[in-house]
């Protein structure tokens, strides 16, 4: 058995019934740990401790969590925060008030793609802004891939599935629809995944998981899977 379950911190605080939303490796021995109820904490994995992140300006409910160079990219109900552990210094972007961030997608040209409740925002860290929404404006943003074509595929948590063709500027959208067995199952979506062999993997909320492609998406038989 290689787990070791950790219930407490080193100060005893009782994280039972704490949803841990996010991990970010900082070192080899440094882990980030974000939760829904209790804020921010480090564990070291050397010493198997896991300590609290004393800020009275960082939200105790973190949804997601990313890492750009340096800091700590946060988001939460309340809104989108950067923290830098090294000298404590918290920002907290004001045109993302009143908006829920889902999640976070770090980019492979540095950019950082924030889902949010009024569609995708865009963090850029050269330049420490946060603009947008850039993508799919009103729409509730729940997961973001990037493919290997480089298009993205962004799961909504009330309008399906979009995919943008980031050469084109084109944007897909797949809804269910019950006369075609080959559409989404459910407009709910939670999770895409990109899988080796290229497929990508769709998790519609209370119906398992599809596989899309180019006839459209079908449900994973676990009995007759290839």
């Known amino acids: 058995n290689n787990f070791k379950k950790i219930y407490q911190t080193d100060k005893g605080e009782n994280l039972a019934g704490s949803r841990i939303s996010a991990l970010v490796q900082a070192t080899d021995d440094k882990v980030w740990v974000a939760t829904e109820l209790k804020g921010l904490y480090s564990l070291s994995l050397s010493k198997g401790s896991l300590s609290k992140y004393q800020s009275s300006a960082l939200p105790y409910n973190i949804n997601c969590m990313a890492k750009s160079h340096s800091d700590l990219l946060l988001g939460s109900s309340e809104g989108f925060f950067k923290l830098n552990p090294d ?6 972007f004001q045109n993302s008030r009143g908006k829920e961030i889902h999640c976070m997608y770090p980019m492979r040209d540095g950019r950082v793609l924030v889902g949010t409740s009024e569609g995708v925002m865009e963090y850029i860290p050269e330049k420490n802004t946060l603009t947008g929404p850039v993508y799919l404006e009103k729409t509730d943003a729940f997961h973001i891939l990037e493919d290997k074509r480089g298009s ?22 797949y809804v269910n629809d019950p006369e075609d067995d080959s559409s989404i199952e459910g407009d709910k979506v939670l999770l895409t995944m990109h899988a080796s062999r290229g497929n990508i993997w769709v998790a519609p909320h209370g119906y398992g998981l599809s596989r899309f492609t180019d006839d459209g998406f079908s449900p ?3 009995f007759n899977s290839t």
Do not use: H, K, P, V
């Open 87 to 92: 000298n404590g210094a918290i920002q907290f």
């Open 152 to 173: 993205l595929w962004i799961c909504s948590n009330t309008s399906g599935l979009y995919r943008i063709d980031m050469e084109e500027g084109r944007i897909d959208s």
């Open 220 to 222: 994973y038989d676990i």
